[in-house]
């Protein structure tokens, strides 16, 4: 080896070591997130990156917050005449299974509601699928970025639990958010819980952050194939439905009737969400769910719910909220159990429609009040 080539060899490496070294200082997902196609080149996305077949579905799950706010509609400067509604909650608001004009966000866009100045009612899809409402908040605080005038979060109980509240991927890959939310609001979560994915030295280096890396660069490429479908999920020809047999089970998580407590519950991030949100007006929707009628519905409503703990969330949500002087709908049993797809909480197009025109008509409602 000669003396030229070696001295390139060891100064290529001594590169690549400060590149690494440099890389786990100063993390630039954060900027190379907010470099974009979408709202550009291609349209912005109607509801944030999630899935597990991008071969079919020209979208997946990745855990970079700016690159996916930045794929999103929300993106786009906000016009002057634009009312602008959040919608934040689970997969039944982000949509399982139905297409983005199909969505909550979709069919109340399509309602053109006008308040009494004439702006226009535009609603964005930021749901995000899991049920939590720690990953909720998380969304939430980003979301108050984009000049909202109304947010509106649907939340049904499976995500109260506290044993919920950490284990979203999204949370638990995104620590110092979270850690964040909790400090400032003085929440009751252990900010050094072992669910939170803690990133050693090598994993912030170039080469321990390729997959991040490579995620953000491939949400790009998929631009190209969702904007000419606009497919952004895989629809299956096939699914289960939701079961309408259930077991002869009364338990809830690891609580037994007779009643919940409020202290069961992590009402704490409701109180810190619209707390949150500061001067802007939210609307607290108890979203609708599938009721059983077969085997053992006597004891259940669904395979979430045992009736009890059902009930009892309800009287102590609906307390909640009027202690907090909170504007809230409580559309439980709002939809036929027809409507309800492969889960309790998952809704046809006809549901989704139905579901829109309460909560639309309360968004317009709240709407003109506010002014």
């Given at each position: ?309 059902y009930d009892d969330y309800r009287m102590l949500w609906n307390e909640h909220a009027q202690r907090n002087g909170w504007n809230t709908l409580d559309l439980w049993d709002l939809i036929a159990p027809g409507e309800f797809t492969?889960s309790a909480v998952h809704l046809t197009p006809a549901g989704s429609a139905q579901l829109a025109s309460a909560v639309g008509a309360e968004i317009a409602r709240l709407a003109n009040n506010n002014r």
């Open positions: 080896m000669t003396m030229s080539l070696r001295n390139v060899i060891i100064k290529s490496a001594l590169l690549f070591v400060l590149a690494n070294v440099f890389i786990a200082g100063v993390d630039p997902l954060p900027a190379l997130g907010r470099l974009s196609l979408y709202d550009g080149l291609f349209p912005g996305r109607p509801r944030l990156p999630f899935g597990e077949t991008p071969d079919r579905a020209y979208n997946f799950s990745l855990y970079q917050l700016d690159a996916m706010f930045a794929s999103h509609e929300i993106a786009a400067p906000k016009p002057a005449d634009e009312y602008r509604v959040i919608l934040i909650g689970d997969s039944s608001v982000w949509g399982t299974l139905l297409r983005p004009e199909d969505t909550l966000a979709g069919k109340i866009n399509a309602a053109a509601l006008t308040p009494a100045d004439g702006k226009r009612i535009r609603a964005y899809n930021l749901a995000y699928p899991t049920m939590s409402l720690m990953k909720d908040l998380l969304v939430l605080d980003i979301a108050t970025r984009y000049q909202p005038d109304m947010i509106v979060w649907l939340m049904t109980l499976e995500s109260f639990p506290y044993d919920k509240q950490l284990y979203s991927p999204i949370v638990q890959n995104n620590p110092i958010p979270v850690r964040q939310l909790i400090a400032q609001h003085r929440l009751s979560f252990d900010p050094n819980d072992t669910a939170f994915v803690n990133p050693t030295f090598w994993d912030r280096t170039l080469v321990g952050r390729r997959r991040a890396l490579a995620d953000v660069f491939r949400l790009q490429l998929y631009g190209v194939m969702w904007a000419a479908t606009g497919i952004d999920q895989d629809y299956p020809e096939n699914y289960e439905l939701r079961a309408n047999d259930l077991e002869a089970d009364d338990t809830f998580h690891d609580l037994k009737p007779p009643h919940l407590a409020e202290s069961d519950l992590a009402f704490e991030v409701l109180d810190a969400g619209a707390a949150a949100v500061g001067d802007t007006p939210i609307l607290f929707v108890n979203e609708p769910m599938f009721i059983a009628d077969g085997a053992n519905s006597d004891l259940r409503y669904n395979f979430f719910y045992s009736r009890w703990a492969n």
